[in-house]
């Protein structure tokens, strides 16, 4: 199958290993993947925080860069960049683009997917070959649980990892606090979702918290790191993407 890889502002700029784990990945599976150059911002950020119209060029983009009826799907290693693209890019074509623009969205969503749902439910496959003998912990992000839906895609995934000692997360559910600029406007409340995040985290020994988006990471990492806890996060992607030849080295986290 022919994949585009979509990065997104995250990991294009401070979680590469993220992107190149899902591109190793999907090439290890025996799958062609590909890189549009001109990809840029989904504008998922702008329509989170009010500004609608404005992400009109770059839902425009990457209607173009994605469109090419070569790529037979489209891989977004985040839930909440895969869900602005299934949803908000819709909304913004209908009320602020044109015809040709509506035909592009329409076209490129139905072909996107995070990441453990185009896994699990384009491939149809859960052991990825992946080897990981850490203890782990998964937190389901806000917009891959609630908007996506992928449920418990990300886990079957983690529990055909070989190796892995896979603990559950108490009220995994909640949110860590991060929701982007929400982050910043509300900082006390999500200074304190994040530190029950962290106690619910660090209450089940693991070594590794992991999820499927890199900002809710950065985040919860943030907080673990400040605290000193000895617990690190790492994207789903790049525990997937180990394996007993290429293995990944965990770095000591501060404690």
């Known amino acids: 199958m022919r994949i585009a890889l979509f990065a997104t502002c995250l990991g294009d700029t401070l979680f590469p290993e993220a992107v190149k784990s899902t591109a190793v990945l999907l090439a290890r599976l025996g799958h062609d993947v590909v890189f549009p150059p001109q ?54 074509a209908e009320r ?12 490129v969503r139905t072909k996107t997917y995070e990441l453990s749902e185009f896994l699990v439910d384009v491939l149809d496959v859960t052991d990825v070959g992946a080897y990981f003998p850490h203890r782990v912990t998964y937190h389901p992000t806000c917009h891959s649980l609630r908007m996506l839906r992928v449920g418990e895609k990300p886990l079957r995934l983690l529990r055909a990892v070989e190796g892995i000692d896979l603990v559950e997360l108490p009220e995994a559910d909640a949110c860590c606090g991060f ?27 693991a070594a590794v918290c992991t999820a499927g988006d890199s ?24 525990i997937l993407a180990a394996t007993r030849t290429a293995p990944h080295v965990l770095t000591e986290a501060a404690r």
Request: overall charge neutral; glycine content about 12%; aromatic content about 4%.
């Open 39 to 92: 990809q840029t911002c989904c504008g998922q950020m702008h329509v989170n925080t009010g500004y609608q119209r404005e992400p009109v060029p770059l839902v425009r983009n990457f209607a173009e860069q994605f469109g090419d009826p070569a790529i037979e799907a489209v891989v977004v290693p985040s839930g909440s960049c895969a869900g602005s693209v299934r949803h908000q890019h819709e909304l913004v």
């Open 96 to 107: 602020y683009g044109d015809a040709a623009l509506r035909a592009g969205v329409a076209a």
């Open 179 to 205: 929701g982007g600029t929400f982050a910043v406007k509300n900082a006390e409340t999500s200074t304190a979702m994040l530190r029950d995040k962290m106690d619910h985290i660090t209450g089940t020994g």
């Open 215 to 238: 900002s809710c990471l950065m985040h919860i990492g943030g907080g673990l790191s400040r605290i000193r806890s000895g617990t690190r996060t790492l994207h789903l992607a790049q």
